[in-house]
């Protein structure tokens, strides 16, 4: 019993990290019908950036604490993604509107080209440390209720918390302020976010700055776990079968669609394992998101897809 | 009934708009005078709807200019236009349908909304209590429709009929100069088309607001608006008070005419 709360517990961790990049996805799916392809660059792209900044600036400004040089990293970072959203829509997205769902999903390839081109050539090609000062060592806990207790990652642990809480904020923020609730009209309907003057520019910058955001957190998070290297651009190809699984519409849908791959791969890893061969993490989410493609193609809270004929 | 009109607050002059070869609109001129109910009627495909949206800045006429209070827009835009103060409503009814009633309604003040993105963020004093005065008119705006208890329902799963109050109440939680109504009474009962003309009148009569409204049904609409104009294939074929509009040989032969 203590074994396999101990694997569900690792697997909803791991799961609310692919929460975080699907998160991503269906932002800007929402707001600009845009599968963005570039997610998994903007990941890259910024836990290149604060890796980079974390190591440049107790140089730059003489500082030693490593807390006061990992914020100002973050806030360096953070800005530098809000020029990127910002850089996109001016360059790119603004001169496609209307355009179909194809030809965008090429251009945010392109943009993912260009965002692993760039980070590289500022940021070096190396394999790069973050160190937030995440705890490393695993604890116990629950001694008393189990036989040998649980054994649980600290690192995940926290991880998975800064992503409820970014998850919770974000909700709150979309809920609570002037400007989630227009995003949220340009969601629904851009024609009719147009007419109320919704300026649809401006919410594109703001969701894109969101997703960027986002991409920031769980680049570090990532990055600190792995450490930041180009192989950080496809982890976020893990965001995909969540996606397809909670429906790309629906922000609960990508929080309890990562959830229920994260827990899906390490309990098939660990109980279908010895059955049928190791290796089940690597292709679990995609079998699964194959199965819902077939029967559920609108994801477990996606909206139907109707066309009018 | 006497009634009191200003000068005219919208004029639109020899507007024509194509697709691709198909002429929709051709040398349109009308105008539109402060506080009045105008109407623009005609028979399907007559160019209704696409007069609306050239008025809203949805499409851009390859001639002519609309003249808003003095002011030539040659390149209008729905962004534009609202700032401009013309609010308007959805024949098929563009409602954000996932947002609760008052949601929507919320977020049709937002054109008057000062507080940035950062004071809504940090939930601040005075992006808070902006937040609630906005909330106070659009709480107007809902008993004025007598919708208080839909206020919290997501829009989408209330009834056609209601979804067309609510639409209307977006567009007048903007506190528009300008309404544009397009096809309001379309797909109701008599009873909601009752209702519906009631708010028209008492808008117009309570906020003193202008309204431009299109309508298939030419029964109703001859009751209650000021001036028509009379549309057919893409044409202005009458413009003039409902009686005169009523008794024009071009406009009865367009709605009992052999060719339609």
């Known amino acids: 019993m203590g074994f396999f709360i101990e694997t569900l517990i690792g697997g909803l961790m791991a799961g609310m990290l692919y929460s975080l990049v699907a998160l991503g996805f269906v932002l800007i799916f929402k707001a600009s019908g845009v599968f963005n392809f570039a997610q998994g660059a903007m990941v890259l792209f910024a836990a290149l950036a604060m890796a980079r900044f974390a190591a440049w600036i107790p140089g730059w400004l003489g500082i030693d604490s490593l807390w006061l040089a990992n914020g100002i990293a973050f806030v360096l970072s953070g800005a530098l993604m809000f020029v990127v959203a910002w850089l996109i829509e001016r360059l790119v997205l603004r001169h496609l509107v209307n355009q179909d769902g194809a030809t965008l999903l090429m251009a945010t390839l392109g943009i993912a080209y260009v965002l692993e081109g760039i980070g590289s050539s500022i940021f070096g090609s190396d394999i790069y440390k973050i160190d937030v000062g995440m705890p490393k060592e695993p604890v116990m806990i629950l001694e008393g209720s189990f036989e040998g207790g649980l054994l649980i990652n600290k690192e995940d642990f926290v991880a998975a918390l800064i992503a409820a809480l970014l998850v919770g904020l974000l909700s709150l923020f979309f809920q609570k302020t002037a400007t989630g609730r227009a995003l949220r009209a340009v969601a629904d309907d851009h024609q009719a976010a147009q007419s109320v003057g919704i300026p649809l520019n401006r919410i594109w910058v703001i969701v894109w700055c969101v997703a960027g955001l986002v991409a920031l957190v769980a680049g570090i998070i990532w990055g600190s776990k792995l450490g930041v290297q180009f192989s950080l651009a496809t982890v976020a190809l893990r965001g995909l079968p969540v996606v397809i699984l909670g429906g790309l519409t629906s922000i609960p849908g990508a929080i309890i669609g990562g959830l229920i791959i994260g827990v899906g791969e390490k309990l098939s890893e660990v109980y279908l394992g010895p059955l049928i061969g190791d290796g089940i993490e690597i292709w679990f989410a995609y079998q699964l998101a194959l199965l819902f493609l077939l029967f559920r193609p609108q994801g477990l809270f996606g909206e139907k897809i109707i066309d009018r004929v | ?260």
């Not at chain 2, 919290?152 to 567009?171: E, F, I």
């Open chain 2, 1 to 260: 009934m006497s009634r009191e009109f200003g000068d005219a607050i919208l004029d639109l002059r020899h507007v024509s708009l194509a697709f691709g070869g198909v002429k929709a609109l051709t040398d349109i001129s009308f105008d539109v005078r402060e506080h009045e109910i105008r109407a623009i009627i005609g028979p399907n495909g007559a160019g209704k709807s696409s007069m609306l949206n050239v008025i809203n800045g949805v499409y851009r006429p390859q001639q002519g200019e609309i003249i808003l209070r003095g002011q030539r827009f040659t390149r209008m835009s729905p962004y534009k236009a609202a700032r401009a103060g013309i609010s308007r409503t959805f024949q098929n009814i563009a409602l954000f349908k996932g947002m609760s009633v008052i949601d929507n309604l919320m977020a049709g003040r937002n054109l008057k909304i000062r507080s940035n993105l950062l004071q809504q963020a940090f939930w601040w004093g005075p992006a808070r209590r902006e937040e609630l005065a906005h909330r106070a008119k659009v709480e107007e705006v809902i008993d004025f429709l007598e919708i208080q208890h839909i206020r919290r329902t997501p829009v989408g799963r209330l009834p056609y009929g209601l979804q067309k109050r609510v639409d209307l109440g977006r567009a007048l939680a903007m506190e528009p100069n300008i309404l544009l109504l397009d096809e309001p009474m379309a797909g109701m009962n008599v009873e909601e088309k009752q209702d519906m003309c009631r708010f028209i009148l008492d808008v117009n009569d309570q906020f003193g607001t202008t309204i431009v409204l299109i309508e298939h049904d030419m029964g109703v609409v001859m009751d209650i608006s000021d001036r028509v104009v009379v549309l057919d294939y893409g044409r202005k074929i009458g413009d003039g008070i409902p009686d005169d509009v009523r008794a024009n040989p071009d406009v009865i032969s367009a709605y009992l005419g052999a060719s339609h």
